[in-house]
Structures are given as structure tokens and as C-alpha cells.
């Protein structure tokens, strides 16, 4: 049998070895290749190998995929967009699409029915007042959400676009709901160029025009065109070649601006395909072997690192090997690691992520329409936006930080070997716990993954996981809890989620509930009940982190899924790639 994948990797261990081969050949002939690994006591698991996906040369890569169902995703050329700043007048702009945002107020007309806004003002003179006329029949003001493409003679753009921004623009989910709308009108339109430009400029400050624009430009990849039609038996490509951002600078810095929103986006992408690969196709293993091929990708900063079960019981994770005991597809704890390649290391920073590829609840199972077992793939999301992370990072090379990508990945089946209900299981820091409930188990994963964090040497800590439905009673499902004992930490984090747009509120340690957790027979109980679950599973956490580490625990089981695109959001990716810049030299 012929055996082609994408990178190497190998375990030290004797007794299961993973051979992975470099390949050169094109993406359609690894269409049939197949791949078996043998590992003590586990039956054969068997995967092919197809692309994920390929957007360019330096950005293409492939996935592995398990043959159960035999599904195997399609190859999908992602959107290659170019972005870039200018400074003209609008109505010369020739393309496809003039774009622009308005605000309610700008919608103000005077006595004779016309826009007292300089901008709109301008275009409806060329447009001989059909501006002003069409706005009023569409019944367009600005609010958001809105917008609207017509197709009007007189500018060198074929069509002009009114897109609503409400009462004001300033956040960077505004100027990213900006750019999700102007990718919406191209699809709409089979628009192939399009210029985005402000009704009131003004309303930019000049120290917010670089962010601004990068926030247009991920909104319109991110949000806008990408849509993963993978496992789709028909799909259709975007037309979108080009956006001109017209009125927020030009030259070097806005232009090294664009291009780091370029590649957060495709780090975005890529934590969005892993978390909605089902889970058939994504285990533990080819999660596994993702990692290791950005390892490939981007081989002159990061190196990677696979430990195999035998190596896990080695490092003494019970914990972590508890939750996989009952699954045929065996764990596979993933350790990727960026160094710059040149110039001195001023901080150690790990980034932890919760990789269940599929979390069934063990005995205690997931039942009833709340508890979603069908979209169980999710529990990924951690480790998603970590991987997402490390994607963006690989391209940014970011100087001075070192930077520990760790996730314990594996499912939570049901099985005679799988870990039961009142069973007492001991991490790799010797603290015992009782298994009170085995859909508690993603803590256990990331109690073992802690401590590795931490032997490490890191002085930071993130980690991020879909950890409890606790958090979407309490805040939502659009915004993640953060917990950290440090308030230097939360600041550092709270800036960063603010200039990437994403979301997150600080939650209390409450240390009292503490006595929640208390057991008889070991150290610790791993669920201390229903009320306050969020605040205990952190305190459950803490538990397993160093003293001297900072650390700052992210429940993020909301906003990982959009319930209305029914699509993952890629939360966590464009947060963790800030906090890492913030901290480089």
C-alpha cells in the first residue's frame, strides 16, 4: 500500500512508531492513499489523506480523514483577496462596487430632499440625485445590518452600495460587520472589485485607521467570503479579486497592517475547518498530524513534538488517559513549540487548548435537546483556536517570545474500558480525584496538559476551552468567561480581545466554592455540581499550575458556534495572536 502524506513525525518509543513522509506530488493524487498506525492493544485505525485546503503555495496543507462513512472532504481553493489603502476621489474609483459606510446620521437630507453629507452629497450630484431618490424608495437608514446595491449610471463604479453602520463606527466588530457586508453585496453581485470607503471619514481617528482597515479586510475574508463546503457535493467559488480601502492611510505600516490581518484570517480559517470537521474525520490522530504539519510549514520557528500513549503513561497523565481509556482511536498529545530565529527570548508563553474531537459525556451521557450530543464535535474548539493560533503566529514571526502550543487530545467514548463514575484517577502532579461525573472530562484533559505547560518553564499561561454550559447561562452565547487571579494578566487579555473584536468578560475565583469540590475518598471531586459550575471547573484548574506561572483559564463554550450559520466561528485565534504580539519584543 502507498503511503503519501504531508509531514514527519516520529515517537521515541519502540513500541508504537509513527512514520510520516514528505511528498511533493500534487494534491489530486492523494486522493487513494491510505496510512495505518499500529499501537499496542488498539485495533488498526485507517485514514486517508485529502486536502484541506490550498489557497496558495505557501498557504496549502493537508488533512488526514478516517475512512468511517468514508468521507472525505473536497479540496477547497480558499479566497485569495488583495487588500490595499488609498487616498482619491471616490467618484473616479472605477470597479465592480463603490461600498459606503453609513451612519443614520449621515442619511440627513434638507429641505429639498438632499443629502447634507459631503460624501453622499458628491455621488448623488454625479448620479443626478437617483441617490437620494433610491435610498428613500429602498427605505435605507443606515441602521445595521442594512444595505443595499444599485446599479446606477454615472461613476466609474458600475454600482454603488449603501451599507448601515448604525449610530456609530468605532469598535472593530463594527468595521468587521463592515466587511462582512461588502464580501455579502460581491457574492451577491459576482463582483470581482470593490472599494470601501466611509460616509464620515472624520469619524476615524487617525491612530485607529490602521486597526480600522484591518478589521474591514478580516470581516470581509472571514466573515464574509469563507464558507467551508468541504463535505458538500457541489460548491461555488467567490469572484471577489480586490478591495481598495479609500480614506484610512496608505503606505508601508498600513500595508504591513493588511498583510497581518491576512494571515490572522487564515489562522481563523483554519480553526474554523477543525472545528466543524466531523468527528469521524477529524480524531484525535489526524488532529495530531495537523499540528505536526504546521510544524512542516513553518519549520524555520516551530518544531513539534507528538507523545504517544506510552509516552503519556511515562509522564505519569492519568488524568488525561482516564478520559481516553474508552476509545478505539488512541490519544495523542500534541506539543508544538515557536522560537524566533534569531534574537534573544524574553518571555515564555503556552497556550493550552481542550482537543476532545468528540465528547459523547462517557457514562454519564450527553441526553435531552440542551446538552447537544450530534454537535459534539465542538469540544475541539480550544484547541482549534490554539492550532489557529499557532498558524497566524508561524507567518507573523513574532520576535522576542517563545510561544508552547499544548493540547491532550482524544475522545470520551463509551466502553468496558472507559473510566466509570466513582472512580478515583491520579494526574501527573500525584493530586488524586474523583470521578464524580465523566462529562466533566475536559478539565481532567487540561489538568494533565497544565502541568506540562508548566514544566515547560513558561511564565504565562492561556488556556481555552469549551468547558462548560454554565457559561452560556451566564453570559450568553456570544461572549467567553475568563478567570486569572492576576489583574496585570486580565489586562494584558482584556486589551487584546478588545483590538481583535472578540468578547470576553472576567469571572470571579471564588475561592469558598471551593468546599464544592471536596471528596471523601480523594483530593478532589471533578464536578462540584450545577450552580456556580463555570467558577469551580477554573478552581478545578488552578489546582494543576505552578505558583509562580500567571495563568488565566478561558471558558469559551458559547461563542465557539454560531447556532444561526451553523458553522464554527473560529473564536480564540485573533485574541491569542494579539496577546502573543503584545508580549514579543
Known sequence: MAVTLVTSFASSSSSSRFHFCSFSSSPSSLSSCFVRFQSPSRLKVAFAVTPLYCSSKAMSHT????????????????????FSGKEMDVTEWKGDILAVGVMEKDMTKDANSKFENPILKKLDAHLGGLLADVSSEEDFSGKPGQYTVLRLRGLGSKRVGLIGLGKSASSPSAFQSLGEAVAAAAKASQATSVAVVLASSESVSDESKLSSASAIASGCTVLGLFEDSRYKSESKKPSLKSVDIIGF????????????????????????ELVNSPANVLTPAVLAEEASNLASM????????????EQCKELKMGS?????????????FIHLIYKPSSGPVKTKLALV?????????GYNIKIGPELIIELMKIDVGGSAAVLGAAKAIGQIKPPGVEVHFIVAACENMISGTGMRPGDVITASNGKTIEVNNTDAEGRLTLADALVYACNQGVDKIVDLATLTGAIIVALGPSMAGMYTASDELAKEVTAASERSGEKLW????????????????ADMVNLGGHAGDSITAALFLKQFVSEN???M???MAGPVWNKKKKAATGFGVATLVEWVQNNSS
Open 506 to 521: 472576567r469571572m470571579p475565583m471564588e475561592e469558598r466554592y471551593w468546599e464544592m469540590m471536596k471528596s471523601s475518598v
Open 320 to 332: 488525561y488517559l482516564a478520559v481516553a481509556a474508552a476509545s478505539a482511536n488512541p490519544p495523542h
Open 249 to 272: 492611510g496608505t503606505g508601508p505600516e498600513l500595508e504591513k497592517k493588511l498583510k497581518y490581518a491576512e494571515h490572522v484570517s487564515y489562522g481563523v480559517i483554519f480553526g474554523k
Open 298 to 309: 513553518y519549520s524555520d520557528v516551530m518544531t513539534a513534538n507528538i507523545l504517544n500513549e
Open 63 to 82: 488533512i488526514a480523514h478516517a475512512t468511517l462513512g468514508l468521507t472525505q472532504a473536497n479540496s477547497v481553493d480558499h479566497p485569495k483577496i488583495s
Open 549 to 551: 506561572v500567571e495563568w
Open 353 to 361: 487548548g481542550k482537543g476532545l474531537t468528540f465528547d459523547s459525556g
Open 553 to 555: 483559564h478561558i471558558d
